[in-house]
């Protein structure tokens, strides 16, 4: 099964940054975040890898991670001229893709544990309306206060970066072949119109969840957490 890692985003909460170099390129723990997804892949034996990336940034993932030999994987490249969208960026490899295919978002990190993910992927697939399998957390850390007030409109609760016990998509999952159908340049996201889509459909989606460690590197104070984490006790590096 190859794994598509979808790294052609232009990183707009990380600026300055992302001007100067690829987001997937960020250090963490002394290792850009793409080196460490690629050896989470290779771990779990997801060696046939598609990089999803933009042609501005080209060169630069060419040069460190060329065919993937040094990190004893295979590597093979989609680029895109402009963003199109999580979805439309696999729909533009769909050349590359020859059967159920798993998604990473480049910007995330995680030590989920992708074999448990393939063989609960494996139990569904020969199910007709199944659609594919989402890597989930059972619960996410808000960035920001959260607050409950009376019907006298007075705060009665405040709670800062609360934890909301909420299933919610840790951007990873394995999919059907078919799913790349679904996808047009007008819905070529993924959670906004591709799974909902599905769902509206009458298709199938099961979930994995993951109890492992999860960061997303998407905005400048997550990236630097995650940094800061992984330099203390490498729970992502």
Same mark, same amino acid.
């Given at each position: 099964?190859?794994?598509?890692?979808?790294?052609?985003?232009?990183?707009?909460?990380?600026?300055?940054?992302?001007?100067?170099?690829? =987001?997937?390129?960020?250090? $963490?723990?002394?290792? /850009?975040?793409?080196? !460490?997804? $690629?050896?989470?892949?290779?771990?779990?034996?997801?060696?046939?890898?598609?990089?999803?990336?933009?042609?501005? @940034?080209?060169? *630069? !993932?060419?040069?460190?991670?060329?065919?993937?030999?040094?990190?004893?994987?295979?590597?093979? *490249?989609?680029?895109?001229? &402009?963003?199109? %969208?999580?979805a439309g960026e696999v729909k533009?490899?769909?050349?590359?893709?020859?059967?159920?295919?798993?998604?990473? *978002?480049?910007?995330?990190?995680?030590?989920?544990?992708?074999?448990?993910?393939?063989?609960?992927?494996?139990?569904? =697939?020969?199910? /007709?309306?199944?659609?594919?399998?989402?890597?989930?957390?059972?619960?996410?850390?808000?960035?920001? %206060?959260?607050?409950?007030?009376?019907?006298?409109?007075?705060?009665? =609760?405040?709670?800062?970066? #609360?934890?909301?016990?909420?299933?919610? @998509?840790? #951007?990873? #999952?394995?999919? &059907? &072949?078919?799913?790349?159908?679904?996808?047009? /340049?007008?819905?070529?996201?993924?959670?906004?119109?591709?799974?909902?889509?599905?769902? &509206?459909? %009458?298709?199938?989606? =099961?979930?994995? !969840?993951?109890?492992?460690? @999860?960061?997303?590197?998407?905005?400048?104070?997550?990236?630097?957490?995650?940094?800061?984490?992984?330099?203390?006790?490498?729970?992502?590096?």
């Amino acid at each position: 099964m190859k794994a598509v890692v979808i790294a052609a985003g232009e990183g707009e909460r990380l600026k300055p940054y992302s001007d100067i170099f690829p =987001k997937i390129m960020f250090p $963490v723990g002394g290792k /850009p975040i793409g080196r !460490i997804i $690629v050896e989470t892949l290779r771990y779990y034996n997801f060696t046939d890898i598609i990089f999803c990336i933009s042609k501005q @940034w080209s060169k *630069y !993932i060419h040069d460190y991670f060329g065919d993937g030999r040094r990190f004893n994987v295979n590597i093979q *490249y989609s680029e895109s001229e &402009k963003a199109l %969208g999580t979805a439309g960026e696999v729909k533009n490899a769909q050349s590359l893709i020859t059967d159920d295919f798993l998604i990473y *978002y480049g910007d995330v990190l995680t030590k989920i544990n992708l074999r448990e993910l393939y063989e609960t992927h494996i139990i569904h =697939k020969d199910n /007709p309306i199944y659609m594919g399998t989402l890597a989930v957390q059972d619960m996410v850390n808000t960035e920001v %206060g959260l607050i409950e007030t009376n019907h006298a409109d007075t705060i009665t =609760k405040f709670v800062e970066k #609360a934890k909301i016990y909420q299933n919610n @998509w840790s #951007a990873i #999952a394995i999919l &059907k &072949k078919k799913v790349l159908d679904l996808i047009t /340049p007008e819905e070529n996201d993924f959670g906004t119109h591709i799974f909902p889509k599905i769902i &509206k459909e %009458g298709l199938s989606l =099961k979930i994995y !969840i993951n109890v492992n460690s @999860w960061g997303d590197v998407g905005n400048i104070r997550s990236y630097k957490r995650i940094n800061e984490e992984a330099n203390k006790n490498e729970d992502y590096a």
